[in-house]
């Protein structure tokens, strides 16, 4: 898995109208499958009074996760089309939910396959693919004397990092996977062996 990929780039959204019925698809970056079921949450809530929110997701965990549910459409209607997008897209660490709001007509199951296989390809082009490589998180605990030091270090290896200043200094690093043995060599250099590191696995 140390190999790139395809993802999405951004949140994003696409809305169409078919025969009355409102469709919304959203979809987002997700690198883990509590990530992608708390999108899906997030999206139920917000959309609490939609008639239905069919999520599907791609995720590159350990083993490699794919999920959909047609959440009370006809059975291979929503779910399945959803999927199949992300699929043929060749998009991982992504997760889709499409929002219906039902207009008084059936769409019958090819039309409603239809009509969720395009708000998801509508919403991964508003999203755009990108290369991605695979990422890893640790975090990394100082006293406040090495604090300075460890965040010019992370800052000039261009890392994703957040700080968090209480007794002490924890940085919540995400770097690609293929820097973070040598990141975190740097980081024990920097503070003479005193840095907690703690690899999340």
């Known amino acids: 898995m140390s190999e790139s990929y395809w993802t999405v780039a951004e949140p994003a959204t696409a809305r169409f109208e078919v025969q009355g019925s409102e469709f919304i698809g959203h979809v987002a970056p997700a690198e883990t499958v509590e990530a992608a079921e708390a999108f ?102 100082v006293t406040y004397d090495d604090s300075g030091s460890v965040r010019s270090l992370l800052e000039s290896a261009a890392v994703d990092f957040e700080a968090d200043y209480e007794a002490k200094v924890t940085f919540a690093v995400r770097v690609p996977t293929a820097e973070g043995s040598d990141l975190r060599d740097r980081v024990r250099s920097t503070t003479s062996g005193r840095a907690d590191i703690d690899t999340h696995r």
């Open 40 to 141: 899906y949450e997030e999206i139920c809530e917000q959309y609490a009074d939609a008639t239905h929110n069919v999520p599907a997701y791609r995720v590159r965990a350990s083993p490699f996760r794919e999920y959909s549910s047609d959440d009370a459409e006809p059975s291979g209607s929503a779910g399945k089309p959803a999927l199949n997008v992300l699929q043929q897209r060749e998009v991982e660490n992504v997760v889709a939910v499409v929002t219906r709001y039902y207009g008084g007509t059936n769409l019958g199951v090819g039309g409603l396959a239809r009509s969720y296989s395009r708000a998801v390809k509508q919403g991964v082009d508003a999203a755009g693919v990108v290369e991605s490589l695979p990422h890893e998180r640790f975090s990394i605990t």
